[in-house]
């Protein structure tokens, strides 16, 4: 695609349901990152492929949190029993290489409020 | 641990006005640093990158931003502020795992 795309731009739910968010990176693109922000706050970084590998999830705040991309392509942020405390903006962006100094290009977000 | 410093929460200055916003980072080894600038309901976008070579990067939109090591900063600056600059502008360091460490922002008002 032309560039990130993130769905829903918009969730809101009710405490203890499950969410699932979802990163369309640029074609082609070979890194995709997850990061999560608070209001007034920096991104956060959650965690990383390469590929289809799960590279690093250090960020994930616990184990309600999980990430997938099976394919290599298209990823899936999972937050299982959300709670309040998980409101936030997510984030995805892409690289099209697994080095250091390629871009980061960042989709518009998805905003979760968990009522 | 690496991490990124922006001292500045909010600064507002006059169309026209020259702005600098400071950065710090804490990095071992050679920074890869970035400057990213958010508007409202957008995403991230890359303003400039700093990998090695000229210290004084230019960007776009009219931003530069110089690296210095020995102070540990990477301070964004642009001669002559737009109405238009207004926005959140975030600093960045490649960590060790390739993912980008973040600031906490700086908000920026234009005043007519």
């Known amino acids: 695609g032309a560039g990130v795309s993130q769905s829903p731009r918009y969730k809101v739910t009710k405490r203890g349901q499950d969410v699932a968010l979802r990163c369309d990176p640029i074609s082609g693109h070979v890194s995709l990152y997850w990061y999560r922000q608070a209001l007034g706050q920096g991104p956060e970084f959650l965690t990383y492929f390469n590929y289809e590998a799960q590279q690093d999830k250090s960020g994930l705040p616990n184990d309600r949190f999980s990430a997938e991309r099976p394919e290599g392509s298209i990823s899936t942020l999972t937050i299982q029993r959300t709670e309040q405390r998980d409101s936030a903006m997510y984030r995805c962006a892409s690289s099209l290489g697994t080095g250091f100094t390629g871009e980061l290009f960042f989709g518009e977000g998805s905003r979760l409020t968990v009522l | 641990a690496q991490s990124v410093t922006q001292p500045d929460i909010h600064i507002t200055v006059s169309e026209g006005a020259s702005l600098e916003l400071r950065c710090n980072y804490s990095?071992?080894?050679?920074?890869?640093l970035f400057w990213y600038v958010q508007s409202p309901g957008q995403g991230l976008q890359l303003l400039l990158k700093?990998?090695?070579?000229?210290?004084l990067v230019q960007g776009i939109k009219g931003f530069e931003a110089e690296f210095k090591r020995s102070q540990s900063s990477f301070n964004l600056r642009k001669p002559s502020v737009h109405w238009s600059d207004a926005a959140e502008y975030f600093c960045a360091v490649r960590g060790s795992q390739g993912n980008l460490i973040f600031g906490k922002g700086t908000k920026l008002s234009v005043k007519p």
């Open positions: 990095y071992g080894a050679t920074p890869y």
């Open positions: 700093y990998f090695s070579g000229d210290t």
